[in-house]
C-alpha cells in the first residue's frame, strides 16, 4: 500500500494536473488594484477561471455559498432569528462580482427559506450576463415528494431568484438519508414521481444550462448515479472535498467517502467537480495551535484558511470552490487565495498530508456546522456546542483527569467559553435525547450521546470531581 505521507511532487503533479494549470494560468490576467483606497490590495482581473466543458462557461474558480449570509445582528442568518442584513449582501456581492466571482449557490433551503430572496435582490441589480445562478431541488420532507410539490419548488426557486432559467440546478443531497435509506429515498423524491424526467426537459427547453446533483454519505447512490452518467449527462456534481477529507473521510465518519475517490470518479469521466467544505465547516480555519505554527513556518504571510482553498482549486477538474462567507472578510481573504490561485506544489501536497494525519490524532466531532440538525425542539444550539468542544480539544484545553498539569487552565478555559458560546439555556443538559436531530446529520454523529457526554464532562469540571 502507498504511503500516504509520502506522495512525490511528480506523482502528485500527475495525478492533479496542477503541472498544466501553472502553464496556462487559467485565464488569469494582470491590473491594477483598484480597490487600493481601502487598504485590502485585492487586485481586480485576476481571477482564476475554469471552464465547463458542457456549456463553456468560464466559472470562477471561487463561488459565493449563500448558506451563510450576514444578518443584522453581523452573525450568519442560519443561527438564531434574525433577518439577512440585504445591505451586506447587496455590498458583498458587488464587491465578489467586481473582483471576478460569478458563481453563486443558493436553495430553497439555506438561511431559514429565505437565502434565494436575499440572492435574488442582490444579484438582480447586476445584467444576467455576469453571473451564473446555481439552486437546488430541495425536497427533503416527504410533504415535498410529489411531482406537484417539486415542480412547485423549482418554479418558487425562478421566482425568488428573479430569473427565467437556472444556469446550473441540482438534486440536492443524493445520498443524505438515514444509513440504509439512500437509495430509497433517492428514488422517491426523483424518480417515482417523475421529477428527473421533468428536469431532464427542462435542461432540453433550455430553462435548465447544467444538470447535476450535491452527494453527502450513501456511496451506492453515488455510484449508482455515475454509472447512469451515458443517460442523464450530468452537466456537474457537488462533491465535500479538503486535505482532510483527501484521505480520511471515511475514518473521521464511516457514513462518508474519501474526496480522492469521489473526485477521480468524476474525473474519469470528465464531470466537473463543484467543491463544498473546503473549510469543513470552519474546523480547517480554526486548527490545533501546533498545526498553525506549521502553516506559519511555512508561509507567515498566508491565512490558515488559505491552503485549504489552494488545495481544493489545485485539482484540474475542478469547477468552483464555493465559500460560504459571512463577512467581508473572508470574501477577501478568499479572493486573494484565487486573483489569481497559486497551485499546490507536489511539495506542499505531501506537506498538507502530513498535517491531516496530525489533526486525526485529535478525536474531533465531525461537525460541519451545516445546521441540518436545527431547529432542536428543546432550544437546543447543537453545532455551537459541538463546535466549542473541538476548538477546546484542538487548542489542548480538554483535561482528561484533574492531575493534568494543564488542568486548572483547560477547566477555566472550557467553562467560559462554554458560557459565552452557547447560552446557558441551549447548553447540553437540555438534551432529553429524543432524536429528532441524529436523521438529519449527513455526518452521521450520534448527537444525543455527544451531547451527554458533553454535558458530563461539563459536570465534571464545574465539580471538580474528573
Given at each position: 500500500m502507498e504511503d500516504k505521507n509520502n506522495i512525490s511532487r511528480r506523482e502528485f503533479l500527475k495525478r492533479a494536473g496542477v503541472a498544466g494549470i501553472a502553464a496556462t494560468g487559467l485565464a488569469a490576467c494582470k491590473g491594477k488594484d483598484k480597490q487600493a483606497s481601502t487598504g485590502v490590495g485585492i487586485p481586480e482581473g485576476q481571477m482564476t477561471f475554469r471552464t465547463n466543458p458542457s456549456t463553456g462557461d468560464?466559472?470562477?474558480?471561487?463561488?459565493?455559498?449563500?448558506?451563510?449570509?450576514?444578518?443584522?445582528?453581523?452573525?450568519?442568518?442560519?443561527?438564531?432569528?434574525?433577518?439577512?442584513?440585504q445591505q451586506m449582501v447587496n455590498d458583498m456581492v458587488d464587491y465578489a462580482i467586481?473582483?471576478?466571482?460569478?458563481?453563486?449557490?443558493?436553495?430553497?433551503?439555506?438561511?431559514?427559506?429565505?437565502?434565494?430572496?436575499?440572492?435574488?435582490?442582490?444579484?438582480?441589480?447586476?445584467?444576467r450576463e455576469k453571473y451564473f445562478i446555481a439552486t437546488k431541488i430541495s425536497n427533503f420532507a416527504p410533504s415535498t415528494w410529489t411531482r406537484e410539490a417539486s415542480i412547485a419548488m423549482y418554479h418558487n426557486s425562478m421566482k425568488e431568484l428573479q430569473v427565467d432559467y437556472i444556469d446550473y440546478l441540482l438534486l440536492h443531497g443524493i445520498g443524505m438519508a438515514a444509513p440504509g435509506k439512500g437509495m430509497e429515498e433517492y428514488e422517491k423524491r426523483y424518480l417515482d414521481n417523475g421529477m428527473l424526467d421533468f428536469l431532464l426537459e427542462e435542461r432540453k427547453a433550455g430553462r435548465i444550462r447544467n444538470l447535476g446533483f450535491s452527494y453527502h454519505g450513501d456511496?451506492?447512490?453515488?455510484?449508482?448515479?455515475?454509472?447512469?452518467?451515458?443517460?442523464?449527462?450530468?452537466?456537474?456534481?457537488?462533491i465535500q472535498l479538503n486535505y482532510l477529507d483527501w484521505k480520511y473521510a471515511k475514518q473521521i465518519n464511516p457514513r462518508n467517502t474519501d474526496a480522492e475517490y469521489l473526485y477521480n470518479e468524476l474525473a474519469k469521466r470528465n464531470i466537473p467537480a463543484v467543491i463544498m467544505e473546503p473549510l469543513l465547516g470552519g474546523r480547517l480555519s480554526n486548527v490545533p495551535n501546533n498545526v498553525v505554527a506549521e502553516f506559519k513556518k511555512r508561509s507567515p504571510e498566508s491565512s490558515v484558511a488559505s491552503w485549504a482553498f489552494r488545495f481544493a482549486g489545485s485539482f484540474?477538474?475542478?469547477?468552483?470552490?464555493?465559500?460560504?462567507?459571512?463577512?467581508?472578510?473572508?470574501?477577501?481573504?478568499?479572493?486573494?487565495?484565487?486573483?489569481?490561485?497559486?497551485?499546490?506544489s507536489g511539495d506542499d501536497f505531501a506537506f498538507l498530508q502530513r498535517t491531516a494525519t496530525m489533526m486525526m490524532q485529535?478525536?474531533?466531532?465531525?461537525?460541519?456546522?451545516?445546521?441540518y440538525c436545527m431547529p432542536c425542539p428543546y432550544g437546543l444550539d447543537i453545532p455551537a456546542i459541538l463546535l466549542h468542544y473541538n476548538k477546546c480539544l484542538n487548542e489542548?484545553?480538554?483535561?482528561?483527569?484533574?492531575?493534568?498539569?494543564?488542568?486548572?487552565?483547560?477547566?477555566?478555559?472550557?467553562?467560559?467559553?462554554?458560557?459565552?458560546?452557547?447560552?446557558?439555556?441551549?447548553?447540553?443538559?437540555?438534551?432529553?435525547?429524543?432524536?429528532?436531530?441524529?436523521?438529519?446529520?449527513?455526518?452521521?454523529?450520534?448527537?444525543?450521546?455527544?451531547?451527554?457526554?458533553?454535558?458530563?464532562?461539563?459536570?465534571q469540571l464545574k465539580q471538580n470531581t474528573l
Open positions: 468560464k466559472v470562477s474558480l471561487l463561488g459565493f455559498g449563500m448558506m451563510r449570509l450576514p444578518s443584522v445582528g453581523g452573525r450568519s442568518a442560519r443561527e438564531g432569528n434574525e433577518e439577512i442584513d467586481a473582483h471576478g466571482v460569478n458563481y453563486f449557490d443558493t436553495s430553497p433551503a439555506y438561511c431559514r427559506g429565505k437565502s434565494e430572496h436575499a440572492t435574488g435582490i442582490a444579484l438582480s441589480r447586476h445584467p456511496i451506492e447512490v453515488f455510484d449508482r448515479l455515475l454509472a447512469e452518467h451515458d443517460h442523464y449527462k450530468w452537466d456537474f456534481v457537488q484540474p477538474d475542478v469547477l468552483t470552490v464555493l465559500s460560504g462567507m459571512t463577512r467581508m472578510e473572508h470574501l477577501q481573504d478568499n479572493l486573494r487565495t484565487y486573483s489569481p490561485l497559486q497551485p499546490l485529535f478525536d474531533t466531532i465531525p461537525c460541519n456546522d451545516c445546521k489542548g484545553n480538554i483535561a482528561i483527569d484533574a492531575q493534568d498539569e494543564n488542568y486548572r487552565k483547560a477547566r477555566r478555559v472550557f467553562l467560559i467559553g462554554y458560557d459565552r458560546s452557547v447560552p446557558k439555556l441551549r447548553q447540553a443538559n437540555h438534551c432529553i435525547a429524543c432524536g429528532q436531530c441524529n436523521p438529519h446529520c449527513p455526518q452521521g454523529i450520534d448527537i444525543p450521546k455527544e451531547m451527554q457526554r458533553i454535558d458530563h464532562y461539563v459536570e
